[in-house]
């Protein structure tokens, strides 16, 4: 996708051009791509009213999210936009004990609810399903749905 991204004049916009028409046939549409700035990612940012931010809860996140800050800032976008969440949290890892300590101060808009490292998330590959369809009743789906929740509400509040 970068590479007929970058044919079309490196435009930032193609992406919202291209949702326009969607506006009235969808209430939410989600957009997924790979980590890093690209020029993808360029056009998701300025396509999308919000952005979830995965992070795992390691030292080397919070250089990361502050890189997302600041393009956001030098590319005039709304860091208010950015939703971060933690995943692939794994509870007994002190590392990620502190790490979730430490970056709850540090980001803004972070929210309360994770999405713990467990297998079930992992068999989502494998059966190629949502959670809830073959494993409706396990941690991962209650987290998933929590965290949905808390992004239903963050998002009403911004509008």
């Known amino acids: 996708m970068d ?9 930032k ?15 939410i549409v989600f957009l997924d791509c790979p980590p890093g700035i690209s020029i993808l990612a360029e056009n998701i940012f300025h396509a999308c009213d919000y952005i979830l931010v995965p992070t795992v809860p390691t030292p080397l ?10 393009f956001f800032e030098e590319d005039y976008l709304k860091t208010s936009s950015l939703i971060p969440f933690f995943s692939m949290v794994e509870v007994r890892k002190s590392v990620h004990q502190n790490s979730m ?5 540090e980001m803004s808009n972070l929210c309360n609810s994770f999405i713990p490292f467990l297998a079930d998330v992992e068999k989502m ?6 959670l809830p369809s073959f494993s409706p009743n396990s941690k991962a789906t ?3 749905k929590a965290l949905w929740e808390e992004i239903e509400k963050k998002a009403s509040k911004h509008k």
Do not use: F, M, W
Not at 125 to 130: Q, S
């Open 61 to 70: 996140c919070l250089r990361t999210y502050e890189q997302i800050i600041s």
């Open 125 to 130: 590959g494998i059966y190629r399903k949502p």
């Open 101 to 105: 300590k430490e970056l709850t101060r």
């Open 13 to 27: 916009k193609r992406i919202k051009e291209a949702l326009k028409d969607l506006k009235n046939e969808y209430d």
């Open 3 to 11: 590479t007929l991204l970058d044919q079309v004049k490196k435009s």
């Open 142 to 144: 209650a987290s998933y």
